[in-house]
């Protein structure tokens, strides 16, 4: 049997071969399934490895996938959001879309449809798709992104560098719809990475609107350090009056980490009031210091200063 075309549990919410006069050919050509935790923009696999046949969009199907399978049977997917396959040729369990509302559709589903032939034609040589693909088999499948090009990067935190913040998407490629947007400066933890090593999923950013999770194009990121929760190395240090005591003066930063971007330097004797401390006790937070490129709010390491 095929894999699912879903990579979580599906459940079927139209059966194959019901009758009704809201189909063209007075019954149902295929079977509707929706995962079963409600996700509306599921990501949608190839069932087989195959040929594509057909990219296109209709009135009735909407967007639309044909895909011709070693074994000489076709399948059908419809009614999707977006269309995600770049070649000509197909591996089960590669990306191939959205799940979508387009077309003639009530929401958002997936109907597949299953036929015995080589090609595709309406209403023709149909089959039963759920004697031919297991809906079980959903897991283990990593959606292969059909992306070319790029660096390579691995898990960790990255800090988003582009001056005009980053998109976070539903999926790894500019194709994909947006969720939200992160501004410079924003650190996320990236805890996976597409196959051509370029995109990035992280489970929660912070975006203008709101905390999200998705994918980010790491080509626009830079890897950032953290602070180190809690005591291993450095004192702690509380809330009060500091003075620069490092005669090289001190970096001001974005964020509690030498990893985080430079916003100013202070001298040595500078004084500055910190109102928040990082979680390991290390970095203060002070909302006005004296830089040598003028007033900066941010980070500082504390062991560089002494309380005043
Ligand atoms: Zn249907």
Same mark, same amino acid.
């Given at each position: ?36 935790? *409600? /996700?509306?923009? %599921?990501?949608?696999? +190839?069932?087989?490895? &195959? @040929?594509?046949?057909?990219? #296109?969009?209709?009135? !009735? ?111 790894? *490629? /500019?194709?994909? %719809?947006?969720?939200? +947007?992160?501004?410079? &400066? @924003?650190?996320?933890?990236? #805890?996976?990475?597409? !196959? ?113």
């Amino acid at each position: 049997m095929y894999r699912s075309p879903f990579i979580k549990a599906a459940k079927l919410t139209k059966a194959f071969d019901v009758k009704g006069t809201a189909w063209a050919a007075g019954r149902h050509t295929g079977e509707d399934y929706i995962p079963k935790d *409600g /996700t509306i923009r %599921a990501t949608l696999v +190839s069932p087989a490895s &195959g @040929t594509v046949l057909d990219k #296109s969009f209709d009135d !009735s199907y909407g967007h639309k996938i044909i895909i011709r399978t070693t074994d000489s049977k076709v399948i059908l997917m419809a009614h999707m959001e977006s269309k995600s396959t770049a070649g000509n040729t197909v591996v089960a369990g590669n990306h191939v879309g959205i799940m979508g509302d387009t077309g003639n559709g009530s929401g958002h589903h997936l109907h597949i449809e299953v036929q015995n032939s080589t090609t595709w034609k309406y209403n023709s040589n149909l089959l039963r798709p759920s004697l031919y693909i297991d809906f079980g088999n959903f897991s283990g499948a990593v959606p292969k992104v059909p992306i070319v090009g790029g660096g390579s990067y691995s898990t960790g935190n990255y800090m988003v560098t582009a001056s005009s913040g980053i998109n976070v998407r539903v999926d790894a *490629g /500019t194709g994909y %719809a947006v969720k939200g +947007s992160a501004t410079k &400066g @924003t650190i996320f933890a990236v #805890s996976k990475i597409t !196959s051509n090593g370029t995109w990035g999923y992280t489970s929660s950013i912070q975006c203008t609107n709101g905390k999200q999770s998705g994918w980010l194009s790491l080509e626009n990121c830079s890897p950032a350090t953290t602070i180190n929760p809690g005591g291993s190395g450095g004192s702690r240090y509380s809330t009060g009056n500091y003075v620069v005591t490092v005669s090289s003066g001190i970096n001001v930063r974005v964020d509690a980490g030498t990893g985080y971007a430079v916003k100013g330097s202070a001298t040595k004797g500078t004084r500055f009031a910190v109102s928040k401390i990082a979680s390991n006790g290390t970095w203060g937070y002070t909302s006005s210091i004296q830089c040598t490129n003028g007033k900066q709010s941010g980070w500082l390491s504390l062991e560089n200063c002494s309380p005043v």
